[in-house]
């Protein structure tokens, strides 16, 4: 865990598992927190709806982060899942009337119980196999709903504005404190779930699972939790980016979409609930910029096929080079600045 | 009668087409330990070299399809050089990352640079004529794919049974390390095995392309079409590939001629069902081998 400064004691246990550990981390935290929300007052509106996409991005990727990077179990479906809660979030709340802050939950444990089926597999499969089997559950999420009525089928389905009471989150800011609220919380679950008891059981299966049974870990029901949690994750995520853009379809739910996942855990690191951030934040940043650089109008058609060929290279250099990803670039830039005018050898 | 008949012959000469495919990524997964997850957009960035030869620089249809398979053998070589080599001995999932930042990238670079527009062989350009017989029609598409994939299928098995190089691979994918202390070139073989699967898929993506067209959903769709074949008939043998290439052409035929009116698109959809169902009852394929694993 993270080295404390000299002359910092802990005197118990509370203070001795906390994440945030001095004062002035508390202090960095929620100055960054208060920054973060106050984005609406001082960027441009373009800016801040990317920031609104990108906190449902980020949510997914806590999941995908949980199931790959922390159990091991490499999932591509993660997009059909995202798509599973933005799904049943929208048709919970535009023709059965559920109040939202129900539904998105109600969304999120429709998208454990779908993550659980994909799951299946996993208690005998390992490594391609399972590849195979989350790409082949993908298709079938994604022909379900674009062939049967309650969805809408080919034409997408409605998706009304978040509200809770007579408050009706529809402006670009409201939408935007709405995912951004979530974030925090889902953080906050996110690094609670991997350092307890779960968490650990995770782990020790990502490393070796026979040890982790003779260790009294039961492997396969510890593999299903890992996809119900990571699934439950993106299914918030997906309902958070519905009601977001109001209007869902099929083709947003893309297979690229589950390898950009995958993509965003190892640019950010495996194994880190910080990473999502730092892996999310990157690529969004690159695909807004690359989509946005003013170009030609011939020209301008190559922009959007650029990002996934940008996509692809930075993961490649990234794996050649930097195998442990960009949080541990900053752990190493935090021990620097931690004792920086005076480095000792 | 006639219509089930005709489903089935059809199947056998579409299930040939995926075997080949499956057969590409087959040769690399045997000597590397590598999922190329790419092979699709192999074959889809072989069947655009191909179709733009053809098409538009007027080469012959043998002879584009022959100069793209070398373009891609050359392409795979080039990757498995910057990409594959400096990840080798790195755990499975890098490996299988790799593969996606090369899937993503040639998916990216297909849309630059030959756009989304498909591409559409006219039929007097493909060689052989019509078969009709007994009420049957089997179009030339089919015919060519059947019997090109066949001797390209065959012709790869006895390479890898006979030749020198072909004993090198198959030691190579038995142990790398008791390979190379019987002066096997590892890394020779590598390349050899990543041209030859490139330029494997290549040869499938042309005879896929034949069938429809060849547009830029082609890499996903082959992908699609390529993984039921290796559940089907395992990573290991290149026949059992074959085999398995027929079965999934002819579920795949029959359940279009039964059910493509009332669902449309279920074609593509019923062997991932089946593939699922074999994966959970039966781990490693049907054909597949068993791996004891120990702590």
Request: hydrophobic residues 55%; aromatic residues 12%; proline residues 4%.
């Amino acid at each position: 865990m993270t080295i404390d400064p000299a002359g910092i004691y802990r005197t118990n246990y509370i203070s001795d598992v906390a994440v945030v550990r001095t004062k002035t981390q508390w202090i960095i935290l929620i100055v960054a927190v208060i920054l973060t929300a106050l984005a609406p007052f001082y960027l441009p509106k373009a800016i801040v709806n990317v920031m609104t996409l990108t906190c449902c991005i980020i949510i997914a990727t806590f999941g995908i982060q949980i199931l790959t990077g922390y159990c091991g179990q490499v999932s591509i479906g993660q997009a059909a899942v995202f798509g599973i809660g933005a799904y049943t979030s929208a048709i919970l709340v535009n023709d059965y009337h559920v109040p939202f802050f129900v539904s998105v939950f109600l969304s999120g444990l429709s998208a454990a119980l779908v993550g659980c089926i994909f799951g299946i597999p996993s208690l005998r499969l390992r490594g391609f196999y399972l590849v195979m089997a989350t790409l082949a559950g993908h298709m079938l999420v994604i022909y379900f709903v674009s062939h049967v009525d309650f969805t809408g089928g080919q034409i997408g389905h409605k998706a009304d504005y978040p509200s809770i009471g007579s408050f009706v989150f529809n402006t670009g800011d409201r939408l935007f404190w709405l995912n951004f609220g979530f974030l925090l919380l889902m953080t906050w679950l996110a690094r609670n779930i991997v350092r307890g008891r779960w968490g650990r059981a995770f782990i020790a299966v990502r490393d070796n699972d026979l040890a982790a049974e003779v260790m009294g870990i039961d492997v396969y029901r510890t593999k299903i939790l890992a996809f119900a949690v990571g699934c439950f994750f993106a299914g918030i995520g997906g309902s958070l980016a519905a009601h977001y853009t109001g209007m869902i379809h099929p083709t947003q739910f893309p297979m690229m979409d589950g390898f950009w996942y995958l993509g965003y855990i190892i640019v950010g690191g495996l194994g880190s609930i910080a990473g999502c951030y730092f892996g999310a934040i990157f690529f969004v940043v690159i695909k807004e910029v690359l989509i946005r650089l003013p170009v030609s109008m011939e020209m301008a058609k190559y922009l959007l096929p650029m990002t996934d060929v940008a996509f692809g290279a930075i993961i490649i250099l990234i794996l050649i080079f930097d195998p442990k990803g960009m949080y541990h670039r900053w752990e190493l830039f935090k021990s620097y600045y931690r004792i920086w005018p005076l480095a000792y050898k | 009668m006639t219509l089930i008949i005709q489903a089935i012959l059809d199947g056998i000469c579409i299930g040939a087409i995926y075997g080949l495919g499956a057969m590409g990524l087959v040769v690399i997964q045997k000597s590397s330990g590598v999922f190329n997850i790419a092979q699709g957009m192999f074959m889809m960035f072989g069947g655009f070299i191909a179709a733009n030869l053809t098409l538009n620089l007027g080469m012959p249809m043998w002879l584009g399809t022959i100069v793209s398979m070398g373009a891609m053998a050359v392409i795979g070589m080039i990757l498995n050089f910057l990409i594959m080599r400096p990840l080798a001995g790195e755990p499975p999932f890098t490996q299988l990352m790799a593969t996606i930042g090369m899937l993503s990238i040639m998916y990216g670079l297909v849309m630059v640079i030959w756009g989304t527009d498909p591409y559409i062989y006219p039929s007097e350009i493909i060689p052989i004529a019509d078969l009709k017989f007994l009420g049957l029609h089997l179009s030339p598409s089919y015919v060519n794919g059947f019997i090109i994939a066949l001797i390209a299928c065959l012709v790869l098995s006895e390479y890898y049974r006979r030749s020198k190089e072909g004993t090198a691979m198959r030691a190579t994918s038995e142990d790398e390390e008791l390979a190379a202390s019987v002066g096997i070139k590892v890394t020779k073989v590598l390349k050899l095995t990543w041209s030859i699967g490139a330029a494997c898929s290549t040869l499938a993506g042309v005879l896929f392309g034949m069938l429809g067209s060849v547009n830029y959903m082609l890499g996903e769709i082959g992908l699609m079409a390529i993984m039921p074949v290796l559940v089907f008939g395992g990573l290991e043998s290149f026949l059992g590939a074959l085999l398995a290439g027929f079965i999934v052409g002819v579920v795949n035929m029959i359940v279009g001629v039964y059910w493509e009116g009332s669902f449309p698109g279920i074609t593509a959809v019923v062997p991932l069902i089946i593939m699922l169902l074999i994966l959970i009852v039966k781990p490693y394929g049907l054909f597949g081998e068993e791996r004891i694993e120990r702590i």
